[in-house]
C-alpha cells in the first residue's frame, strides 16, 4: 500500500518541462555526427548538412537578438541537435539534459517563411522562458538537483502558456507564423459564431473532450497569450515568470501572479479573451454569396465532429474525400451523392501531404518508419485505383510528397533529400523516376499542381515570402507568376486562365483567383466560417470542404470573381492579435555565412551528467511499476546529446553502503540494458541447516547484476501498427541456496530468459476505448543454467485478441495466459494474473481467461472546481476464469491439486484530469462475485497515462494500481 500511495504522490506533483527525462529516439548508427560552435552553443548535425546547419545558425542569431526582449531575459548557452533523416517536420526543448532538437525537413504548410526560421523563432522562445526559470531558488535547486531542478519549476507553469507564447513569438517576429493563419484559429471562430458564444467551460478548452473536437493547448494558449499581450503587455508573462521562481512554496505561484497584476485568474483570462474573440468575429462584412453554397451532404452531423477533406467529384453523382472524426479512424471515402450512401474506399496510414484525385486514381503520400531508428523514417506515395477498389504502393522508402497526376499516368510530387536539397519529380505509372527537376536552394517548395497544358506550378517558401512559380515545360526556366508575397496561400489549382488558391481574408481561409493573363486577383468565395480546402471537377465546379457548426462539409460554390486591389494580395496577414513590435526586415538581404565544424566524437561525449538528487533511487524503476526502494544517499543522471547513452549512478546506505550503475546503450540496432548493485544489503542465505526457518542475511554485501538485450523492429505505416521484440534478460545475484540433492549451498543465482513479444494493432479513433481489432502475444522461458537440478525452468505464454463490440466504440478484450513449471527443489513465483478476486497461488501450471466487454458510458466534461475534471465515464463487464494444477502441503509433502477458479463482474471507470493538469488518470470502482464461493468482492483502481506524464509513447498506456 505504501508504494501504491507513493506512486500516486509522485505521479501528482510530477512536472513535465518539455519533457523530463525526455529521449525521442536515435539516429541510425552509421551516422557521422559533425558539431559548430555557435555564438549561443554548440550545433550538432549529421556530417551532409552543413549548409543546412548554417542556415538554421543564421536564424538562431536572429532569433536570439529579438525573442529575449519581452521576457527581459538572455538565455545562457544550450546545444541544439539538427536531426535530417526525419520526414516528421517537428522540434521541442527539454531540460533534462538541457537541448533543442529539431527536424530540419520542412512542413509543406501554408507558411510563407521557411520551416527553419519559424522553428528558430519558436524553439528559442522555449529557451528563454525555460532559463528565465534558472533563478531564484530553483537556481539554488540547480546546485541541489542540476538540471531537473528547472523542469520542476517549468512544472509550475501552465503548458498552454509555454506554447502559446512561443506561438505568438513566432507569429511576432516573423511575417509568416501560425497567428497569421485563419486555419490555426478557425475552430474557434466557427463555435462562437455558430453558438453565439462560447457553450464550454474554460477546462474543456484547456483539457480535451471526447464528446467534441477541441483544439490542442498550442491554439488554446495563442488566445490566452494573445489577448493578454494586447491588452496587459507582456510584462504579465516576464512578472510571472520571476514569481515561478522566487515563490514557488505559494503552490501556484504563476496564478498569484496574474491575480496580482491583472486581477484575474487564469480562468477570468479565457472568459475575457474569448468575450473579445466573439465580439471581433461578429464584426464582419455580409456573405455576399452564402445562399449559393450548395452543399451536397446533407448536414445531419450530432454528437461528433466530422471532416470531408479534399473533396473532388469523380463524376456528377460520386464524391471522394478524406474523412474524419471522433467515432472513426479517419478513412478515404465515396458518397453516392444521389442515395446519400457512404462507402469506406481505404483506410490509409498518417498522411504527409493532400490527397489529389482524378477519374480513375486517389494519389497520396504516407508515414513509413524504419524499423529501428525512430529518427529514420519515409513518405511513400501509393495509388488507389477506383475501378479496381485496390490500393497499391508505388514507391519505396522515399521522401515524397504532395502527389499530382499529369499526361499519360505520369505523377509529379515533391522529394526533399536529406540534405535540404528540394526537386519536382517525374515518376512513370509504376513509381519509376524518370526526371527531376532542382529547385533554388533559397526556394522551400511547398505545394504544386498541374497547369492547363503540359506544365507544373510550384508554391515555394522563401526569406522574402511565397513565391508562386510556372514551370511551362520540364526543361524551362520558370517564371515567376506572383510573389514574393507573405501570404498563407495555399491548395493551388489551375483551371483554364486562372490560379485558384486559398489563403487568410477577414479571420477566414477563402477561395481567391489570378488571372494568369491580366495578372488581376479575384475573390471567389465569401463562405460564413471559411473552407479548409477545395478542388475543380472537369466542368469547372469548385467543390470546397465547407466549415460548419460540428466539423466541415463538401459543397459547391459558385464561381463568381469579385476584384479586389491589386495591392491586396501584396500586403502581409495582419495577426489575431497585433503588437507594437514589427518583424525585423533582414532576413532576405543576409548572406548565410559558412560555418567551420568539426568531428563530434563519441567516444569524448558519452556521458553527459544533467540531474542529481541527495537521496538515491532509480527513477525508471519508479515509472515502469517495478520494485524501488529510497535511500540515503546520490543519484546522478546521465544522458548523452545524441541520446544513443542513458546511465545512472549512486551511492547508498541502508544495512551497508552501496554503489549502484544503470546504464541503456542504443547506438546499435539491439539495444543493450545494463545494471549493477553492490552492496546496500548483505547477501541472503537460503534454506539449509543455516537457514531453517527461511533466509538470514550473510556478512558480505549483495551483489546483483542484470541485463536485457533486445532487437526491436517497429512497422509503422499503414492503418495496422506492429512490433516485434526478441530478446534476452538476465540476472546473477551471490544469494546461496541450500542443495538438498548434494547438501551443500549454491553460490551466485543466475536467472536467463529469452523472450519474443509483437502486438499487430489497428490505429485507435480518438473515442475508442481500445484498438478496433488487434493481437499482442508474449512467451519467454525463464531458467537457472548453472543451478538447473536446483530451480528448474518456467514457460510462460500471453496473448490477447482486440474485437469490435456491438457499437459504435465498443471493444471486445480475449486474453490467456499459460505457464508451466518443470519444478526442481524450490517453487518459482507465479507471474500469471489470477481472475479477479481470486488471490494468487504456487502451481506447477495454470491456464487463465478472461473476456473483457468495454463501453463508453458518457462524456460529461464536467468540472468541479479547479480540482478534478470528469471527461468520460465508461464500464467494462468481465468473466474471467482459471485452471491451475496448485501445490499443497501435506504431512505427506507438496502435492499437485487442480482447482478450477472463475469470477464476473463490473468496472466502471472516469477518465479524469486533476488541478487542471494536462495528465491523464482514470479512477475506477470494481465489483466481483467469486464463482466458487459466491462471495463478493470491492476494489477501487486509479490509473494513469504513462505517455502524457513522461512522453513514452504517442498511445495512452495506462499503469494500474488496485487501492
Request: glycine letters at 6%.
Amino acid at each position: 500500500m505504501h508504494k501504491q500511495l507513493l506512486i500516486i504522490l509522485l505521479i501528482l506533483f510530477t512536472t513535465d518541462a518539455a519533457g523530463q527525462y525526455y529521449s525521442s529516439g536515435q539516429e541510425p548508427s552509421w551516422v557521422k555526427w559533425r558539431m559548430h560552435k555557435a555564438a549561443f552553443g554548440r550545433v550538432i548535425f549529421s556530417d551532409e548538412i552543413d549548409s543546412l546547419a548554417a542556415t538554421f545558425t543564421h536564424y538562431m542569431n536572429y532569433a536570439l537578438e529579438v525573442v529575449p526582449k519581452s521576457l527581459v531575459h538572455q538565455p545562457r548557452k544550450f546545444p541544439v541537435i539538427i536531426h535530417s533523416n526525419s520526414i516528421l517536420s517537428n522540434g521541442f526543448v527539454s531540460w533534462a539534459p538541457k537541448r533543442m532538437e529539431i527536424v530540419s525537413t520542412p512542413s509543406f504548410d501554408a507558411s510563407p517563411e521557411p520551416w527553419l526560421l519559424s522553428l528558430a523563432v519558436h524553439e528559442t522562445r522555449h529557451i528563454v522562458q525555460i532559463d528565465k526559470l534558472n533563478s531564484g531558488l530553483f537556481k539554488l535547486g540547480y546546485y541541489i538537483f542540476g538540471e531537473q531542478s528547472v523542469g520542476a519549476a517549468a512544472g509550475l507553469v501552465p503548458l498552454w502558456f509555454l506554447e502559446g507564447d512561443a506561438v505568438f513569438s513566432e507569429t511576432e517576429h516573423t511575417l509568416g507564423g501560425r497567428g497569421r493563419q485563419a486555419s490555426f484559429y478557425q475552430i474557434y471562430r466557427t463555435h462562437l459564431l455558430s453558438r453565439n458564444g462560447s457553450e464550454y467551460s474554460y477546462d474543456k478548452w484547456l483539457l480535451g473532450s471526447y464528446k467534441n473536437h477541441i483544439p490542442n493547448h498550442y491554439h488554446f494558449g495563442y488566445q490566452m497569450v494573445g489577448y493578454a499581450n494586447l491588452k496587459y503587455g507582456s510584462k504579465v508573462w516576464s512578472n510571472a515568470l520571476n514569481r515561478v521562481s522566487r515563490q514557488p512554496y505559494s503552490i501556484f505561484p504563476f496564478y498569484f501572479s496574474l491575480k496580482k497584476d491583472i486581477s484575474l485568474s487564469r480562468k477570468g483570462l479565457y472568459i475575457e479573451a474569448f468575450n473579445h474573440l466573439n465580439t471581433l468575429w461578429k464584426v464582419k462584412e455580409v456573405n455576399v454569396y452564402m445562399n449559393d453554397v450548395i452543399f451536397l451532404i446533407k448536414n445531419n452531423i450530432k454528437n461528433n465532429h466530422i471532416e470531408y477533406k479534399y473533396p473532388f467529384l469523380i463524376n456528377d453523382s460520386t464524391l471522394i474525400a478524406f474523412k474524419t472524426s471522433l467515432n472513426n479512424v479517419s478513412k478515404i471515402t465515396s458518397v453516392d451523392l444521389t442515395t446519400g450512401k457512404e462507402k469506406t474506399i481505404h483506410h490509409p496510414g498518417y498522411i504527409t501531404e493532400r490527397l489529389s484525385s482524378t477519374e480513375d486514381y486517389i494519389y497520396w503520400t504516407q508515414y513509413s518508419s524504419h524499423p529501428r531508428w525512430e529518427y529514420l523514417n519515409y513518405s511513400e506515395l501509393w495509388r488507389y485505383d477506383i475501378r479496381k477498389n485496390s490500393a497499391q504502393r508505388l514507391s519505396l522508402r522515399t521522401r515524397y510528397f504532395n502527389p499530382i497526376e499529369i499526361d499519360n499516368g505520369y505523377v509529379a510530387l515533391i522529394e526533399n533529400t536529406n540534405d535540404g536539397k528540394n526537386f519536382i519529380t517525374i515518376l512513370e505509372e509504376n513509381g519509376e523516376k524518370i526526371n527531376s527537376i532542382p529547385l533554388p536552394s533559397t526556394l522551400e517548395i511547398k505545394e504544386i499542381c498541374k497547369d492547363y497544358s503540359n506544365g507544373i506550378i510550384a508554391r515555394c517558401a522563401s526569406p522574402n515570402g511565397s513565391v508562386i512559380l510556372h514551370y511551362r515545360n520540364l526543361e524551362s526556366i520558370p517564371d515567376t507568376i506572383l510573389g514574393p508575397v507573405f501570404r498563407d496561400i495555399s491548395n493551388i489549382t489551375v483551371d483554364k486562365n486562372h490560379l485558384y488558391f486559398t489563403m487568410t481574408h477577414q479571420f477566414k481561409e477563402e477561395v481567391f483567383s489570378l488571372d494568369l493573363i491580366s495578372n488581376n486577383i479575384y475573390r471567389v468565395s465569401d463562405t460564413e466560417y471559411g473552407i479548409s480546402n477545395f478542388s475543380i471537377s472537369d466542368k469547372g465546379s469548385i467543390v470546397a470542404s465547407v466549415f460548419v457548426k460540428n466539423g466541415s462539409l463538401p459543397a459547391l460554390i459558385p464561381n463568381i470573381k469579385v476584384p479586389v486591389l491589386d495591392t491586396f494580395i501584396f500586403e502581409p496577414n495582419e495577426p489575431l492579435y497585433s503588437s507594437n513590435n514589427k518583424p525585423k526586415d533582414f532576413i532576405g538581404d543576409c548572406e548565410v555565412k559558412t560555418i567551420q565544424s568539426s568531428k563530434y566524437s563519441h567516444i569524448r561525449n558519452l556521458f553527459n551528467i544533467h540531474s542529481w538528487a541527495t537521496v538515491y533511487f532509480n527513477p525508471l524503476d519508479i515509472i515502469s511499476g517495478n520494485n524501488y526502494s529510497i535511500y540515503p544517499g546520490v543519484t546522478v543522471v546521465s544522458q548523452n546529446l545524441t541520446s544513443s547513452l542513458v546511465s545512472s549512478f549512486g551511492y547508498s546506505y541502508n544495512q551497508t553502503h552501496g554503489f549502484h550503475a544503470h546504464a541503456e546503450w542504443m547506438g546499435w540496432f539491439p539495444k543493450i540494458s545494463l545494471g549493477v548493485d553492490v552492496g546496500n544489503k548483505y547477501a541472503i542465505l537460503s534454506g539449509g541447516p543455516l537457514a531453517t526457518d527461511s533466509v538470514i542475511f550473510q556478512n558480505k554485501p549483495l551483489v546483483k547484476t542484470s541485463g536485457r538485450i533486445r532487437v526491436p523492429y517497429m512497422i509503422s505505416s499503414g492503418y495496422l501498427l506492429s512490433e516485434i521484440n526478441i530478446g534476452v534478460k538476465f540476472s546473477q545475484e551471490n544469494t546461496a541456496t541450500w542443495n538438498y540433492i548434494e547438501e551443500s549451498y549454491t553460490e551466485n543465482l543466475f536467472g536467463i530468459e529469452p523472450y519474443l513479444s509483437l502486438y499487430l494493432l489497428t490505429r485507435m479513433a480518438h473515442r475508442d476505448l481500445r484498438p478496433k481489432f488487434g493481437i499482442y502475444l508474449y512467451s519467454g522461458e525463464l531458467s537457472s543454467p548453472t543451478q538447473g537440478s536446483v530451480f528448474g525452468t518456467s514457460f510462460v505464454a500471453l496473448g490477447g485478441v482486440y474485437l469490435p463490440g456491438l457499437f459504435s466504440n465498443h471493444s471486445i478484450l480475449v486474453n490467456g495466459q499459460w505457464e508451466h513449471q518443470k519444478t526442481q527443489q524450490y517453487i518459482r513465483s507465479p507471474r500469471l494474473i489470477f481472475p479477479r478476486g481470486h488471490p494468487s497461488m504456487l502451481y506447477e501450471s495454470a491456464f487463465t481467461s478472461s473476456f473483457n466487454y468495454s463501453l463508453p458510458i458518457a462524456y460529461p466534461d464536467l468540472p468541479v472546481g479547479p480540482i478534478l475534471y470528469l471527461k468520460r465515464f465508461f464500464s467494462n463487464f468481465f468473466f474471467d476464469s482459471a485452471l491451475v494444477n496448485k501445490y499443497s502441503r501435506t504431512s505427506q509433502g507438496m502435492i499437485v491439486e487442480k482447482e478450477t477458479l472463475s469470477s464476473t463482474g463490473l468496472e466502471v471507470n472516469a477518465d479524469i484530469n486533476l488541478f487542471r493538469t494536462p495528465y491523464n488518470y482514470r479512477l475506477g470502482y470494481r465489483v466481483g462475485i467469486n464463482l466458487e464461493t459466491n462471495q463478493y468482492s470491492h476494489s477501487f483502481i486509479f490509473s494513469f497515462d504513462l505517455s502524457s506524464i513522461y512522453g513514452l509513447s504517442s498511445k495512452e498506456v495506462f499503469y494500474n494500481i488496485n487501492l
